[in-house]
């Protein structure tokens, strides 16, 4: 049962353009969201972050929005850059986990210039 | 050193023997954890260390798996009687504080044939 799920494996999106990557989780206790970004034969990096309490954090380039009502948040990247093509995580924690984090599968951002 | 170490990096072995995969946590980081990636899934959680205290080990998937971290530093996972499932790749973060503080190493790629 994936409690999170990032439905597109890949985008692909001209440079200078806004990627926006999706998310959507099921568990309703899930208060703080994350999403890291890998290149290959790295390990993930943290990327930007949002607390429940709050539906947009931006952080230069990338903002996070959060829906709790339609359990959904997004990752917009803008303007594109070729060095963001990348495995980009969506990741949730609830009090309930601890410290654990529940990964989505992920989904490859290709940017073309 | 500088970042979170996996050691090997790739490992090829044949169902039924054991394997031993290392971890060095940056050094201060008191939170250990392993994930793994299987082909075309999230990260998964295995294992969590904190401090001290008693490890999380609700994420390991059989008794073919354990884990322990020596001195409060360096960790090994060990598989048992590996299996042809158990082929991920097996990703190591360590934390100060927090999610944002995750830092992942590179991982270790095992392809059990």
């Known amino acids: 049962d994936q409690q999170v799920k990032q439905n597109s494996p890949s985008l692909s999106v001209q440079e200078g353009r806004i990627s926006i990557l999706n998310c959507d989780y099921t568990?309703?206790?899930?208060?703080?969201f994350l999403w890291y970004k890998k290149y290959p034969a790295e390990g993930p990096t943290f990327l930007i972050s949002i607390s429940s309490i709050k539906d947009k954090n931006e952080d230069g380039r990338f903002t996070v929005f959060l829906n709790k009502s339609a359990k959904h948040l997004s990752l917009h990247i803008v303007p594109s850059q070729p060095g963001d093509s990348a495995v980009y995580f969506c990741a949730a924690s609830a009090m309930e986990y601890g410290n654990k984090l529940v990964f989505g599968a992920g989904t490859i951002l290709r940017v073309k210039s | 050193g500088a970042g979170v170490s996996q050691s090997p990096s790739n490992k090829v072995t044949e169902k039924g023997k054991d394997v031993e995969l290392r971890c060095d946590p940056i050094?201060?980081?008191?939170?250990l954890y392993w994930y793994r990636q299987s082909l075309g899934q999230g990260l998964e959680f295995l294992i969590y260390?904190?401090?001290?205290?008693?490890?999380?080990k609700s994420g390991l998937p059989s008794d073919r798996f354990s884990a322990e971290r020596t001195g409060g530093s360096v960790s090994t996972l060990t598989i048992q009687r590996t299996q042809q499932e158990d082929s991920a790749v097996y990703l190591c973060?360590?934390?100060?504080?927090?999610?944002?503080?995750?830092?992942f190493g590179s991982g270790t790629r095992l392809t059990v044939v």
């Open positions: 568990n309703s206790m899930f208060d703080y």
């Open positions: 973060a360590s934390s100060r504080s927090g999610f944002d503080g995750y830092t």
């Open positions: 260390f904190q401090g001290n205290s008693a490890p999380d």
């Open positions: 050094s201060g980081h008191t939170a």
